[in-house]
């Protein structure tokens, strides 16, 4: 008869097989997130809606924001009023607008799209900065005729018109990026997707100080 076959003491014990667990393919991380591609379109239709949403901008700009009122006689075009702060009031206007539309555009974005990433930041960046140009140019075009000596002359001397909208500080350009990069990072931040948490180590299996596996004291005889 013969002996049953016994495993090495080295050998370490084969791990039992799950039928019904999925085999670990190559690129298997076991998260959820898209690819870059797919991402990488997510975040250029956002940037395309964003930048066309600057028309209403433009829109509420000429709507809202004063305009200045001028007077001309047969030779010159003069500011009716010198000490008028309209110009002031326009940039104004197109300044708190543009922040207005910076932290809805990100807010809308958030709420349909929670996954926060450098390509969404830049996607909400580039068509903050280009719904503020295109709103910057659609006001302009609303608004009355840069041509100040036919329009004077349309409306006749004495008579009131007013001039075309121009925005004096080109920074308030800006300020639709950077209010929805800030409200992106802020909503990501307070109510984005949390990463897991690693477990705690368990101290209980490592073996004790001077405690050496495999070092037996030799038995006395």
Do not use: C
Request: cysteine-free.
């Amino acid at each position: 008869m013969t002996a049953p076959l016994t495993p090495s003491d080295n050998q370490p014990p084969e791990e039992p097989q799950h039928p019904d667990a999925a085999p670990a393919g190559p690129g298997a991380t076991g998260t959820d997130d898209p690819p870059l591609g797919r991402e990488l379109r997510e975040a250029a239709l956002i940037a395309l809606l964003v930048a066309v949403s600057g028309v209403l901008l433009g829109v509420l700009w000429d709507w809202l924001a004063p305009h200045i009122p001028l007077i001309a006689d047969s030779h010159n075009v003069y500011l009716k009023d010198t000490e008028g702060e309209e110009a002031i009031g326009t940039d104004g206007t197109f300044l708190l607008l543009s922040l207005g539309f910076g932290v809805l555009s990100a807010a809308v974005t958030f709420l349909f799209r929670r996954r926060a990433g450098i390509p969404l930041v830049v996607a909400l960046t580039v068509g903050g900065l280009l719904g503020a140009a295109v709103g910057w140019i659609t006001g302009m075009w609303l608004g009355p005729t840069p041509d100040l000596a036919a329009h004077a002359k349309q409306v006749g001397p004495g008579v009131t018109f007013y001039a075309p909208l121009r925005l004096q500080a080109k920074g308030a350009l800006l300020a639709w990026p950077l209010a929805a990069m800030v409200t992106q990072l802020a909503l990501t931040g307070f109510f984005g997707p949390r990463d897991p948490e690693l477990p705690a180590p368990d101290w209980s299996a490592a073996p004790a100080p001077g405690d050496h596996h495999g070092h037996h004291p030799p038995a006395d005889g």
